[in-house]
């Protein structure tokens, strides 16, 4: 359904809630490993601000949680991240979470809050967030509306990954009338073009 699809797209999650977050309500595995009294010394600091917490003892936590602590402190702007994916004829050639909006040039920007990029995740079609006007694609109008399926893919394939979410989720901003819609039209979109496809090759 992607094939003829060549640009790169731009992933921006606002919202992530790291000021109302603090480390105890992170899921327990995040921080195994830690000593009970440090537990309890960070347990009440919030997601932004635990890279300054943790800096004078980053040295001597667990590497995996020092990654998050270096990610978390690089990567997410004013509570937002930008995830940058490179695709060539439907095919993703590379994939990088940037440093800011402008780090690198793409020809098509999904943006849209945490919350309805955490239910895309749990498996709600991304052309329903996009309907309600909460997830918003710009770019090139007759590109965008040509290769509409493709982002709904891009949206599928994410909620195709076995995903532990970081922070807790609110009441889920789908609606499920629509969704099932969404989804029925998906497969109707993607029969289609197998069969279209299907016939070409036979000329």
């Not at 699809?5 to 105890?24: A, C």
């Not at 800011?100 to 991304?126: C, K, L, N, Q």
Request: hydrophobic fraction near 35%; charged fraction near 25%; glycine fraction near 10%.
């Amino acid at each position: 359904m992607g094939e003829g699809f060549d640009g790169d797209v731009l992933y921006v999650i606002t919202d992530l809630p790291i000021d109302e977050t603090t480390l105890g309500e992170l899921p327990e595995a995040t921080l195994d490993g830690l000593p009970d009294h440090v537990y309890e010394t960070v347990s009440d600091v919030t997601v932004a601000d635990a890279p300054e917490t943790f800096a004078p003892i980053q040295s001597g936590i667990r590497e995996d949680l020092a990654d998050k602590l270096d990610q978390l402190e690089s990567y997410v702007v004013d509570g937002t991240v930008y995830a940058y994916v490179g695709l060539e004829d439907g095919r993703c050639t590379e994939f990088q979470v940037l440093d800011g909006p402008e780090a690198r040039e793409t020809g098509f920007v999904m943006r849209g809050p945490y919350e309805v990029w955490r239910d895309i995740v749990d498996g709600r079609p991304s052309s329903s967030a996009v309907v309600t006007g909460e997830l918003s694609v710009s770019g090139n109008r007759l590109r965008r509306l040509r290769y509409a399926p493709m982002f709904q893919l891009l949206g599928s394939v994410a909620s195709e990954v076995e995903t532990t979410h970081l922070f807790d989720g609110g009441e889920s901003t789908s609606t499920p009338l629509l969704d099932t819609a969404m989804r029925g039209r998906m497969v109707a979109e993607r029969e289609t073009h197998r069969s279209v496809k299907r016939t070409l090759e036979l000329f």
